[in-house]
């Protein structure tokens, strides 16, 4: 049974910094299209970042620079390091998996088939 576990999320002021973590579990993770998505009250879920099995990563235009994406296959772990965070930032962030690609990871959260429960992040002005 796959599952997906996050933490790390918070309340930062304004271009603070927090760390998330997604420990996976019942499968070989690190062979998938694994992500980050965040969901604001009111809109739809959104890609923040994707890393592949080798590691090519893909950012959301609104975090490229600020935000970075990274996996530790020996701990089954992937972190999402956000740096200069900003009011717009705050959403629940969600760790998803694609268990059956590998590569050329898509950015619709609809086509990620599992998903952790979700951490807050709150950034404040």
């Known amino acids: 049974q796959v599952q997906l576990v996050e933490s790390g999320g918070g309340s930062v002021q304004a271009g603070g910094s927090l760390r998330l973590s997604c420990a996976a579990s019942?499968?070989?993770?690190?062979?998938?299209?694994m992500g980050w998505f965040r969901q604001a009250p009111g809109k739809e879920r959104e890609r923040v970042a994707v890393?592949?099995?080798?590691?090519?990563?893909n950012y959301a235009g609104a975090v490229k620079g600020r935000f970075t994406i990274s996996k530790d296959n020996a701990k089954n772990t992937l972190y999402l390091q956000m740096n200069s965070l900003k009011p717009e930032d705050t959403a629940t962030y969600y760790c998803?998996?694609?268990?059956?690609?590998?590569?050329?990871?898509?950015?619709?959260?609809?086509?990620?088939?599992?998903w952790g429960q979700g951490t807050q992040v709150t950034v404040s002005s």
């Open positions: 998803g998996a694609d268990a059956s690609r590998p590569r050329w990871c898509f950015s619709l959260s609809r086509m990620y088939n599992y």
């Open positions: 890393i592949d099995s080798v590691g090519i990563t």
């Open positions: 019942g499968y070989t993770y690190s062979s998938y299209c």
